[in-house]
């Protein structure tokens, strides 16, 4: 029987991994047979990682040196998107079994959920470390399944998994912390543990992620010693995880009403669509019912009620915990992984009901149940699988413009720049004010749906005002201007000569003064 229920299982997940890898390329494939830049990935290109040991990321700067050594550090669009979809699918495999989900149907909706989820998408707008923050992801679950199925053991290994994933990108905690949630919750409902059973595995569970994070503090502070590097308050991640005891209330706060109010704003591009956000209110409403009807069913001890109602409680938190981890820093739609447990729990407790054989219901009746509650749910993660592929492609679409509005634009300023009388290549470039061409307008910008974190279309500036300005000239143009540094950016502004020229397009905006190309762009 064992070895039945084995090859069963096994079937399980190669269906829940073919749905994911399925729904996978239908909804990043654009992506990934696309060149689409925003500010940073055109900054990281034909090589690069980013920050590494100074935004804490020290597994990253393990990793990018090995990758430099053997020459496999490149920015290649299908490589790192397949490699993360690969990933990813192997995550949730791995989630569906540490739950013991034992419904086809349930394991493959999740699935989509999971691959197609705005955070993903976010996570593919920068190309170049899609493949590192994948594996941050799969560690960060590998950490909860290590400790769970191998008990003590697994505590060393869950607490090193939790350690490289943080390492590799700190956001992903919350991930392990929900997953926990469920666990436990789920042990809570199936009746089979005692109430002090189930408080004990709470407590290692959280042990094993305070080892993981002290791991990772250690790990990190010794790779800064090391480099002789300080964390970069970049963001306030110097500051990460410093909470005074008098702002913690409104964190909290904070972080349960932005899971509450989910179905009335937009989440981070997560209930962007009225679809969506319906959804969750149904499914919410699925999983009250549920847990209720099986605390009930079971016949549930005030004790493990009550413990179900605190893991309830805890649930939005750990869901959610980005907000109190990045309490000085900007959240957007790539560091909310976490959240996407909240389609996990109808999944679970659907789930749960059918397995529990001991339910005081006759069979037929518990069969009906099971499949109008398992197919509601199946087909409310279907339309939100839906939406999410709708909300990538829209979203990519909408960085394909605007990575070609910004090589032309930029394109046709280096022509006039060559056109300039007194032009030579070896003028430095002196870049004036920000871009404020009201001709120069991307119409996805416009809208209230394509706007997930990260894609470089809906920030408030346009890409040629970022950092990486140089980058388009020299990938797109083969042409690597020599900027003059900012002292002398200053002195220029204030010079009568180039206060008194007009703003760029306009005639006269690009000129050579003073041995320096400048291009005026606003005052």
């Known amino acids: 029987r064992s070895t039945k229920n084995g090859r069963r299982s096994s079937i399980y997940r190669c269906r829940t991994c073919f749905t994911s890898i399925f729904v996978g390329l239908a909804a990043h494939l654009f992506a990934l047979t696309n060149v689409l ?175 993981g994070f002290a791991a990772y503090y250690g790990c990190m502070k010794w790779n800064l010693a090391k480099h002789g590097a300080e964390l970069s308050d970049y963001q306030g991640i110097n500051n990460m995880g410093n909470i005074s005891l008098r702002s ?111 339910v005081k219901i006759n069979k037929l009746s518990r069969r009906k149940l099971y499949l109008y509650g398992r197919n509601s749910v199946a087909a409310l993660l279907i339309l939100v699988t839906v939406q999410y592929v709708w909300l990538s492609n829209g979203n990519y679409m909408a960085m394909y413009y605007n990575t070609e509005q910004t090589k032309a634009y930029l394109s046709s300023m280096l022509t006039q720049v060559r056109m300039t009388e007194g032009f030579n290549t070896s003028l430095s470039w002196a870049f004036i004010g920000k871009v404020s061409d009201e001709t120069f307008h991307n119409q996805w910008k416009d809208s209230n749906k394509f706007h997930y974190g990260g894609n470089g279309v809906t920030e408030e500036k346009p890409l040629v005002n970022y950092y990486s300005r140089k980058s388009w000239f020299w990938h797109y143009m083969g042409y690597v201007p020599n900027l003059v540094d900012n002292d002398q950016v200053k002195e220029l502004r204030k010079d009568p000569y180039v206060k008194n020229m007009p703003c760029y397009p306009d005639y006269g905006s690009i000129a050579i003064y003073k041995d320096t190309v400048i291009i005026k762009l606003s005052d």
């Open 37 to 211: 830049q925003n500010y940073d990935n055109i900054s990281q290109t034909p090589v690069g990682v980013g920050t590494g040991v100074t935004s804490g990321r020290w597994v990253i700067e393990l990793l990018s040196q090995l990758h430099i050594k053997y020459g496999v550090n490149y920015n290649i669009p299908m490589v790192n998107g397949l490699i993360a979809i690969f990933l990813l699918s192997v995550s949730v495999c791995l989630i569906i079994d540490v739950l013991n989900i034992q419904s086809v149907p349930l394991c493959c909706v999740f699935a989509g959920i999971f691959i197609s989820f705005p955070v993903v998408t976010s996570s593919m707008f920068f190309m170049y470390v899609v493949e590192y923050n994948s594996l941050a992801a799969f560690l960060a679950v590998l950490a909860v399944w290590v400790a769970r199925k191998y008990h003590w053991i697994g505590l060393v290994g869950g607490t090193l998994c939790l350690a490289v994933s943080l390492g590799i990108y700190q956001a992903y905690l919350p991930m392990t912390a929900s997953l926990f949630v469920i666990l436990l919750l789920k042990e809570v409902l199936s009746g089979k543990s005692r109430w002090l059973t189930v408080l004990c595995r709470g407590v290692l569970d959280l042990f094993t992620m305070i080892l």
């Open 248 to 358: 913690l209330p409104g964190l909290l706060k904070r972080a349960v009403g932005d899971i509450v109010k989910m179905p009335f704003i937009d989440y981070y591009g997560i209930s962007s669509t009225v679809v969506v956000r319906i959804a969750i209110v149904i499914l919410a409403i699925i999983s009250f019912v549920g847990i209720v009807y099986l605390l009930w069913a079971k016949k549930a001890r005030v004790s493990l009620i009550l413990e179900c109602i605190l893991l309830c409680m805890i649930f939005p938190l750990a869901v959610n915990g980005i907000t109190i981890m990045c309490s000085e820093s900007e959240i957007y739609t790539m560091m909310v992984y976490g959240s996407v447990f909240i389609f996990l729990v109808p999944v679970m407790v659907m789930d749960l009901i059918v397995q529990n054989a001991d």
